[in-house]
C-alpha cells in the first residue's frame, strides 16, 4: 500500500487502465501499444480527461494506436469523472469545516 500512496492520480490511473485493457488480451499487444495509449489518454492526467467532451472519447473507438474497446475506454473516462468528483468534495468539505470550526461535542448523556 505505501508504494501505491507515492504514485501520482496519473501514474495510478496509467496502471488501472493497462490492467483494465490487459483483461481479455495478449499483454504482449497491450504493452506494445502502450505509448500510444499514453498519448491518446492525455498521459492519464485525470484532471485534463475528466473534462473532455463526447467527441474526444468517441474519437478514442477510431484511434488505431489504442484497443478500441468502448466498454474499456468508457470505464477510464468514468473513472476520471469519479476523481475529479472526490477532488471537488474534498475542496468544499475542507472549506466547510474551516469555516464552522471544529465539530461539537456531545454529552454523555
Avoid at 490511473?13 to 499487444?29: C, H, N, P, Q, Y
Avoid at 494506436?65 to 468502448?70: E, L
Wanted: aromatic share 12%.
Amino acid at each position: 500500500m505505501k508504494a501505491l500512496a507515492k504514485l501520482s492520480d496519473d501514474r495510478i490511473l496509467s496502471e488501472m487502465t493497462k490492467r483494465v485493457f490487459s483483461a481479455g488480451f495478449a499483454w504482449s499487444v497491450i504493452e506494445a501499444k502502450w505509448p500510444g495509449f499514453e498519448k491518446a489518454f492525455l498521459a492519464f492526467k485525470p484532471a485534463k480527461l475528466a473534462f473532455q467532451p463526447d467527441d474526444f472519447w468517441d474519437a478514442l473507438l477510431s484511434d488505431t494506436s489504442i484497443v478500441r474497446n468502448g466498454a474499456k475506454i468508457a470505464s477510464v473516462r468514468e473513472e476520471c469523472r469519479l476523481r475529479a468528483g472526490d477532488r471537488q468534495r474534498a475542496r468544499q468539505l475542507r472549506k466547510v469545516s474551516w469555516r464552522s470550526g471544529p465539530p461539537p461535542t456531545r454529552s454523555a448523556f
